[in-house]
Structures are given as structure tokens and as C-alpha cells.
């Protein structure tokens, strides 16, 4: 259930603004069930029991124009696998330099990924939810400042993205610090096709979540092997994403393919290329697709390799630690996606998709079903 009193100590602050702000409310929801199809299995949160919380949403959207080319926006979201609670996703002062150029400052969201903007406006796309296996960074948001410019060049659209600033909160492995974030994206588009691409880079230092690490590194530094515990962890070191996209939007054929590359330095985070193709095909109302993704995460055994000598010492325990922590990154899947939209409402969209994933390093598959309506207003 929705926090009540936090919902309406942060609408009330939202809501008030000098006499002459134009305000607009819009919001968008997910009202979502799924299970996996196998008893042992459990993929992007599901299990085999029915669950209608853990893709569930809503959010609600407040801009406020202020005048003289100055705007403020927030978004507010509770999440069914976070229990609803109410937080900002986005929060951030706009001011128009001129008709194609927007400054953007506060909390935004990071231009990663073609549907970064929309990825939780399930309604923007004709998938159930976006291809997991590219939008995996672990965070979406960074809090800084951005420029967005749009304009013609060469006959094409064009949209550039400049972003700067940093991020501090929970990613994927453990609490995680961003500093210096800096990059860009550009977007081409003329007719029924677009292209994409994209380049972010900063220093990033960790936290593991998992102990395991932890206790491996306190050892590694006390038995004066701080040379591979360095090798390991994360310590304002270079991390680069670099995205590359595209797509066809011609009568009824719509074709989405997007490819990313994640990599950090001196890290035992493994370089990580993801990617996807999407085929769907327009019949009135009814919308089927299908999408594979691909992911292929390279561990990095150079780490651990010039210390093999260790395996038949008293420091054996710290080696093969070190071994088993680089070797976890290694991960090759293929994720196969069967579905279709249904649009039985002006504003709101009936989805079914069926998700079929292989683990190839093991052979092990799983299988997951889900049904529900994403909806504006």
C-alpha cells in the first residue's frame, strides 16, 4: 500500500508554486502478474508462485513553468517490488537558452540507452518490459547537469545529449560511487529510420554488497598481497559504456536493435557486451513481437594468473578466493522474448510475453510468463 503521509507531505511541497506557475500533472502505471513455468526457477524477481507486486508501478509527473524560460520537474514513483514507497526518480531545474537548447540541472535521468527516458513508461514500448539483458547497469539516474540540443544536420534530426556530474547509491554489486561522470549521447533520424550512439565515462569506487569480497580483500591486504586485492576491488577507477543503436519504423514493420559495451579498469568487473534485436508488426490494435538478447560478460583470469604459484602455499585460501570472485563475473545467456500489445484503450495497453532464457555456461533454462496493462494519464 501507497505511504499515505509521504505521498501528501511531497504533493503538498509540489504543489505549491507562486499563482502564475503553469502546472502539469501527467503519470503513467504498470499493473503487472508473472510467474516462472518451471518450479526451481526464478528470473527478473519472479518465482513460481503468482506475483502481481514485482513489476507493478505508478508515478506521477509535476512540471511547473516559472517563467522567463525556467521550469521545474519531479517525478515521484513507488515501485511493487520496493512495497510502493514513494520516492523521487527525477527532480530537476530546466532554463531555455533558445528554441533548440535546454540546460537541465538536479537529479536526471542518464541518457544511457534509447529508451532511457521511458524505460519504466511501459506504455512507450510494445515489449513487456525493456530487454533486461542491455538495461542492466544497476542505476539509472545522475545528478548533474545536462544540455539538449536539437536541430537539422545534413537533413537529418538531430538530438545531442551532454551530461555531467556523478552518482552516489546501490548499484548492482554494492553501494557504488561515480565521480566525474562525464559523456554524450547523438541521435539521427529522418524518415522511418534513426541511429544512436552513445559514450559515458567515470571513476567509480565500490562497496561490495557481497561479504565474501570483502573478507577476501581484508585477507588479501593483510597478507601482503594488496597488489591482487587492488586488481579486484573498485577504487576510483575508469569504468567506459559505450551504446550503439538504431531502428526502423516504416508503415507496420517497427525493428529495434540496440548493442552496449560496459567495461572497468583494473577491476575484476568484466567486460560486459550486450545486445538485441526486436521484430514487431503492426495489425490494428493488436501488436505481435518477438526479441532476442544476448549477453556476454568475458571474466578476467589475468588477474589471478601470475599468482598460480600461490595454490601450494599457506596463502592457497586467498588464491583460489581470488579465483572463484574474478571467475563469478563470467556470464553468457540468450534471452528469447514472444509477445504481443493489445491497445484496447486510447491510453492504456493489454501486454502478454512469454521470456525464455538459457544460461550457457551451465545449460540450465528458465521460463517466465507475464500479463498486464500499462496505461498513461
Same mark, same amino acid.
Request: proline content about 2%; aromatic content about 14%; overall charge negative.
Given at each position: 500500500?501507497?505511504?499515505?503521509?509521504?505521498?501528501?507531505?511531497?504533493? $503538498?511541497?509540489?504543489?505549491?508554486?507562486?499563482?502564475? $506557475?503553469?502546472?502539469?500533472?501527467?503519470?503513467?502505471?504498470?499493473?503487472? $502478474?508473472?510467474?516462472?513455468?518451471?518450479?526451481?526457477?526464478?528470473? +527478473?524477481?519472479?518465482?513460481?508462485?503468482?506475483?502481481?507486486?514485482?513489476? &507493478?508501478?505508478?508515478? @506521477?509527473?509535476?512540471? &511547473?513553468?516559472?517563467?522567463?524560460?525556467?521550469?521545474?520537474? #519531479?517525478?515521484?514513483?513507488?515501485?511493487? /517490488?520496493?512495497?510502493?514507497?514513494?520516492?523521487?526518480?527525477?527532480?530537476?531545474?530546466?532554463?531555455?537558452?533558445?528554441?533548440?537548447?535546454?540546460?537541465?540541472?538536479?537529479?536526471?535521468?542518464?541518457?544511457?540507452?534509447?529508451?532511457?527516458?521511458?524505460?519504466?513508461?511501459?506504455?512507450?514500448?510494445?515489449?513487456?518490459?525493456?530487454?533486461?539483458?542491455?538495461?542492466?547497469?544497476?542505476?539509472?539516474?545522475?545528478?548533474?547537469?545536462?544540455?539538449?540540443?536539437?536541430?537539422?544536420? #545534413?537533413?537529418?534530426?538531430?538530438? @545531442?545529449?551532454?551530461?555531467?556530474? *556523478?552518482? /552516489?547509491?546501490?548499484? *548492482?554489486?554494492?553501494? *557504488?560511487?561515480?565521480?566525474?561522470?562525464?559523456? $554524450?549521447?547523438?541521435?539521427?533520424?529522418?524518415?522511418?529510420?534513426?541511429?544512436?550512439?552513445? +559514450?559515458?565515462? !567515470?571513476?567509480?569506487?565500490?562497496?561490495?554488497?557481497?561479504? &565474501?569480497?570483502?573478507?577476501?580483500?581484508?585477507?588479501?591486504?593483510?597478507?601482503?598481497?594488496?597488489?591482487? !586485492?587492488?586488481?579486484?576491488?573498485?577504487?576510483?577507477?575508469?569504468?567506459?559504456?559505450?551504446?550503439?543503436?538504431?531502428? @526502423?519504423?516504416?508503415?507496420?514493420?517497427? @525493428?529495434?536493435?540496440?548493442? /552496449?559495451?560496459?567495461?572497468?579498469?583494473?577491476?575484476?568487473?568484466?567486460? =560486459?557486451?550486450?545486445?538485441? %534485436?526486436?521484430?514487431?508488426? =503492426?495489425? *490494428?490494435?493488436?501488436?505481435? +513481437? %518477438?526479441?532476442?538478447?544476448?549477453?556476454?560478460?568475458?571474466?578476467?583470469?589475468?588477474?589471478?594468473?601470475?599468482?598460480?604459484?600461490? #595454490?601450494?602455499?599457506?596463502?592457497?585460501?586467498?588464491?583460489?578466493?581470488?579465483?572463484?570472485?574474478?571467475?563469478?563475473?563470467?556470464?553468457?545467456?540468450?534471452?528469447?522474448?514472444?509477445?504481443?500489445?493489445?491497445?484496447?484503450?486510447?491510453?492504456?495497453?493489454?501486454?502478454?510475453?512469454?521470456?525464455?532464457?538459457?544460461?550457457?555456461?551451465?545449460?540450465?533454462? #528458465?521460463?517466465?510468463?507475464?500479463?498486464?496493462?500499462?496505461?498513461?494519464?
Amino acid at each position: 500500500m501507497f505511504k499515505k503521509s509521504v505521498l501528501a507531505l511531497a504533493t $503538498a511541497g509540489l504543489f505549491t508554486f507562486p499563482a502564475y $506557475a503553469d502546472l502539469t500533472i501527467n503519470g503513467f502505471a504498470s499493473i503487472k $502478474a508473472g510467474m516462472t513455468t518451471g518450479s526451481d526457477d526464478s528470473l +527478473y524477481g519472479y518465482t513460481d508462485e503468482l506475483d502481481f507486486k514485482n513489476e &507493478s508501478l505508478m508515478a @506521477i509527473q509535476v512540471r &511547473s513553468d516559472l517563467g522567463e524560460k525556467l521550469s521545474v520537474t #519531479a517525478q515521484l514513483m513507488g515501485r511493487g /517490488n520496493e512495497d510502493f514507497d514513494i520516492g523521487f526518480e527525477w527532480a530537476f531545474l530546466s532554463y531555455q537558452l533558445d528554441d533548440n537548447t535546454t540546460i537541465n540541472a538536479g537529479r536526471l535521468r542518464a541518457p544511457f540507452y534509447k529508451y532511457s527516458e521511458y524505460m519504466d513508461v511501459g506504455y512507450a514500448y510494445d515489449w513487456s518490459r525493456v530487454p533486461r539483458s542491455v538495461y542492466g547497469l544497476g542505476f539509472d539516474n545522475i545528478e548533474g547537469v545536462s544540455l539538449y540540443r536539437t536541430g537539422i544536420i #545534413a537533413g537529418f534530426d538531430s538530438t @545531442i545529449m551532454v551530461m555531467i556530474g *556523478g552518482y /552516489n547509491g546501490t548499484t *548492482g554489486l554494492g553501494d *557504488g560511487k561515480l565521480e566525474g561522470f562525464y559523456g $554524450a549521447s547523438w541521435e539521427l533520424s529522418r524518415d522511418w529510420y534513426n541511429f544512436r550512439v552513445a +559514450y559515458y565515462t !567515470a571513476d567509480a569506487t565500490l562497496t561490495f554488497a557481497n561479504e &565474501s569480497v570483502n573478507t577476501l580483500l581484508a585477507g588479501l591486504n593483510g597478507n601482503g598481497l594488496s597488489a591482487l !586485492a587492488s586488481e579486484i576491488s573498485f577504487d576510483k577507477d575508469k569504468g567506459t559504456f559505450i551504446g550503439i543503436g538504431g531502428g @526502423i519504423d516504416r508503415e507496420n514493420l517497427v @525493428i529495434v536493435a540496440e548493442f /552496449n559495451r560496459t567495461e572497468v579498469d583494473n577491476t575484476f568487473f568484466a567486460k =560486459r557486451d550486450n545486445y538485441f %534485436i526486436s521484430v514487431a508488426y =503492426r495489425m *490494428g490494435s493488436v501488436t505481435p +513481437y %518477438i526479441s532476442h538478447e544476448w549477453e556476454r560478460h568475458d571474466a578476467k583470469p589475468e588477474i589471478y594468473l601470475p599468482y598460480q604459484g600461490l #595454490a601450494g602455499t599457506p596463502a592457497a585460501p586467498l588464491y583460489f578466493g581470488a579465483v572463484a570472485t574474478v571467475d563469478s563475473q563470467q556470464r553468457e545467456a540468450d534471452t528469447l522474448n514472444v509477445g504481443l500489445r493489445y491497445d484496447f484503450h486510447p491510453s492504456a495497453a493489454f501486454k502478454l510475453q512469454f521470456t525464455s532464457q538459457k544460461n550457457v555456461l551451465t545449460d540450465d533454462r #528458465a521460463g517466465l510468463l507475464v500479463a498486464g496493462v500499462d496505461l498513461v494519464f
